[in-house]
């Protein structure tokens, strides 16, 4: 059984930095894909970044490129996303989730798997 646990939101100034986590394990295939999503009150769920299983091969959307940075953790079967220079527009649930990789930045009908989300609010 696959499960995804999240963790490391919390309350930030403008500017700031943050650590999420997203354990994640009971993957049966290989090469899956590890995403990390938000979702801003009254906006859609966008994917911000993910990381191949595989190869570690990621991509990041435009909105976090050069700010995040998803990284993992084989032995502790963790994923991280490490997020710098945070701003209020980036205040939001973030997710974290499995699903087939794919070189692009993810999108939500590729993942099958859902963590129950962290919340991240930057202060101005």
């Known amino acids: 059984e696959v499960q995804i646990v999240e963790s490391g939101g919390g309350l930030v100034q403008d500017g700031g930095s943050l650590r999420l986590s997203c354990a994640a394990s009971?993957?049966?295939?290989?090469?899956?894909?590890i995403g990390w999503f938000r979702q801003a009150p009254g906006k859609g769920r966008e994917g911000v970044a993910c990381?191949?299983?595989?190869?570690?091969?990621?991509v990041y959307s435009d909105s976090v490129k050069d700010r995040f940075t998803i990284s993992s953790d084989d032995a502790k079967s963790t994923v991280y996303l490490q997020m710098n220079s945070l701003s209020p527009e980036d205040t939001a649930v973030y997710y974290c989730?499995?699903?087939?990789?794919?070189?692009?930045?993810?999108?939500?009908?590729?993942?099958?798997?859902w963590g129950q989300g962290t919340q991240v609010t930057v202060s101005p």
């Open positions: 989730a499995g699903g087939t990789w794919y070189l692009g930045t993810p999108q939500r009908t590729s993942y099958d798997y």
């Open positions: 009971g993957f049966t295939f290989d090469d899956y894909a």
């Open positions: 990381i191949s299983s595989n190869d570690g091969n990621t």
